[in-house]
């Protein structure tokens, strides 16, 4: 049986995932199991629906299964992002592929890239250059066109650099799974409209701009309908400017030694970021002053993210303490019947089971629910302790 193991954000669905997914079923996938980031991304944002909405759009439109991954490992960076991602797909021993989407697809070019990254000698180029004081991306990718040449062209492009990290995880954890790169078609990221496609940055615009109608027709119908309903509700989009006050608030009680302990590059970007918050009046403000060509929006997105949600940086593990179930259909529960011996949690309440590493990791999370609903367009009284509550969408 040949399993598409896909990691994604689905922030919110659109038509190219779409068009992905149908294209793993064309190339033969007999079922297709999703990683999908929980409630915030890894741009550092607040996913725009709840992890359990766009759960249901992906089975809706393609997906059979549906696991999260949590925040230590959603809202970091591509690195940690991908191993993450694949270290549960790997977990679940059933996913036989690593499919994602690719700007070149060419999984070979992707891949001889990647390993180049692991080198002694691509670690020599790239100390020499970060010394000229460029940009980290720009330095990463001269070391790399040293060692491979025109290959390392992918690393210009987000979907590419991105493919890349998803094959450094496979050998990081021994993994059998074999890399399949979809070409992705429609509009590129943060891009506009292309073939009718829209990107996830131009749909979540135009639902912040209050385009809703417009919004929803660049998305498959299955899953407009599921993120009308969140609309309908209060419940989408997700913004942090719905609790900005409450974000500042806990920035400006941190000390900048504080600070430090969320700032996971080294390079002392927390000093210039504690300057910002004790000169800002909002979110975007803060980030604008901290931004320089050196540290990137979604790295400060990040750091402000981790800060507020108390996610400082560590170690991380190859396995996840447990996999939650966001949703599944009937092929998705034959799935999980094959995945003996895994730990997957179906029921919040069964987490003590799991061991004391994944009491706390749902425990950490349950209270970054909380924060999460804080930026609902509307409060209600069930807005707390969802994370107990919430059970996986089962079509």
């Known amino acids: 049986m040949q399993v598409a193991g896909v990691i994604c954000e689905y922030n919110p669905f659109h038509l190219g995932h779409g068009a992905m997914l149908q294209e793993l079923r064309r190339q033969g996938m007999d079922a297709i199991v999703c990683c999908m980031s929980g409630n915030f991304v890894q741009r550092g944002e607040w996913a725009i629906a709840r992890k359990f909405a766009r759960a249901e759009m992906a089975l809706r439109c393609g997906a059979d299964l549906v696991l999260e991954l949590p925040t230590p490992w959603s809202a970091a960076t591509a690195e940690v992002f991908a191993r993450g991602g694949a270290g ?7 996913v036989t592929h690593l499919a994602f989407g690719s700007e070149c697809g060419d999984a ?3 891949r001889r890239t990647a390993r180049a990254l692991d080198t002694p000698e691509y670690e020599t180029a790239l100390r020499r250059l970060l010394a000229g004081g460029t940009t980290f991306a720009a330095c990463r990718q001269q070391a790399a066109e040293e060692l491979v040449g025109a290959d390392a062209e992918v690393l210009s492009r987000p979907n590419d650099n991105l493919a890349v990290e998803y094959c450094r995880a496979l050998d990081w954890l021994g993994s059998g799974m074999e890399p399949l790169a979809v070409r992705r078609v429609g509009a590129g990221h943060d891009a506009g409209v292309e073939s009718g496609i829209a990107s ?3 749909i979540r615009r135009l639902l912040y701009e209050g385009s809703r109608e417009e919004a929803l027709r660049l998305m498959p119908p299955e899953a407009a309908a599921v993120l ?3 609309l309908d509700c209060g419940a989408a989009p997700v913004s942090p400017e719905h609790c900005s006050r409450g974000v500042l608030d806990r ?3 941190l000390t900048e030694e504080d600070l430090a302990a969320y700032d996971g590059g080294g390079e002392g970007l927390y000093h210039r ?3 910002a ?3 800002s009046c909002d979110l975007e403000e803060l980030l604008q002053k901290a931004k320089t060509k050196r540290y990137t929006l979604a790295r400060l997105r990040r750091l402000l993210l981790a800060a507020y949600l108390d996610l400082p940086s560590a170690p991380l593990p190859r396995s996840l303490p447990y996999l939650r179930l966001l949703g599944a259909n009937d092929r998705g529960r034959q799935l999980l019947r ?3 011996g895994v730990p997957v949690l179906t029921k919040a309440a069964d987490v003590s089971r799991l061991g004391p590493a994944a009491e706390e990791l749902l425990k950490a999370e349950a209270r970054r629910t909380d924060l999460y609903r804080l930026a609902f367009p509307k409060l209600s009284c069930d807005c707390w302790d969802a994370e107990w509550r919430d059970s996986p969408v089962l079509l």
Not at 88 to 94: D, K, P, R, S
């Open 88 to 94: 549960a797909l790997h977990q679940t021993g059933v």
């Open 108 to 110: 070979g070019k992707i």
């Open 200 to 202: 996830a940055s131009h």
């Open 228 to 230: 009308r309903r969140e």
């Open 251 to 253: 920035l400006q009680r």
């Open 273 to 275: 970021f504690y300057r």
């Open 277 to 279: 918050v004790r000169s």
């Open 338 to 340: 094959q995945m003996e």
